[in-house]
């Protein structure tokens, strides 16, 4: 090698490397524009952050972000088990806050509600139309994770989680409660 070309490589990486700071700071600077999640960081983590992206985290504390942790944790059951994910459903997402909030007010851990009857009946009150469905409900577990453990150590929990009939899914939680309704 001569020194040209030796001046040429050392001056290359100082290159990328001052385009990649201009890039990041791009990336991070349209971040704060769009109302994003504020990092500094390199340019992959320098985007506004979604809820379901977040729940790629090793463990959620943000409480605001445990439905969504919960839906990433299901499908990666459904995924070992060579299932298809499960969709988030708006409607049955609405009628699982409404259990959750109905369970801790109302201070009762039923699959049946005084407010709503049976998980199916909910669903036709929200109109949510399905052909089969299947409702997990817990209490007092602090975090997604541990919601999850609780539910695949328990068969009838586990089955509703790996059934291949259903296709979408809606996870509430409040003050403690989890409540997981399933639609086909």
């Not at 708006?90 to 909030?101: D, F, I, Q, Y």
């Not at 994770?145 to 328990?154: D, K």
């Not at 899914?169 to 409540?179: D, E, K, L, S, T």
Request: charged content about 20%; some cysteine.
């Amino acid at each position: 090698m001569n020194a040209s070309s030796m001046k040429k490589r050392k001056a290359k990486p100082s290159v990328a490397v001052a385009f990649c700071k201009k890039i990041s700071l791009l990336a991070l600077a349209s971040t704060f524009v769009m109302g994003g999640v504020y990092g500094v960081g390199p340019l992959e983590n320098a985007h506004a952050q979604t809820a379901y992206e977040a729940a790629y985290a090793k463990t959620t504390t943000d409480k605001s972000k445990f439905t969504a942790k919960v839906v990433y944790l299901v499908n990666l059951e459904r995924r070992k088990a060579g299932l298809k994910p499960l969709t988030i459903h708006a409607g049955t997402a609405k009628a699982s806050r409404l259990k959750a909030m109905d369970m801790s007010k109302k201070g009762y851990f039923d699959h049946t509600s005084p407010t709503y009857g049976s998980p199916f009946n909910l669903l036709r009150l929200q109109k949510v139309p399905f052909r089969t469905a299947g409702e997990n409900i817990a209490m007092g577990q602090r975090s997604p994770e541990s919601v999850m453990q609780g539910w695949m150590n328990s068969e009838g929990h586990r089955s509703n989680i790996l059934n291949p009939s259903f296709t979408s899914i809606g996870v509430g939680y409040y003050n403690g409660y989890w409540v997981q309704l399933f639609i086909g």
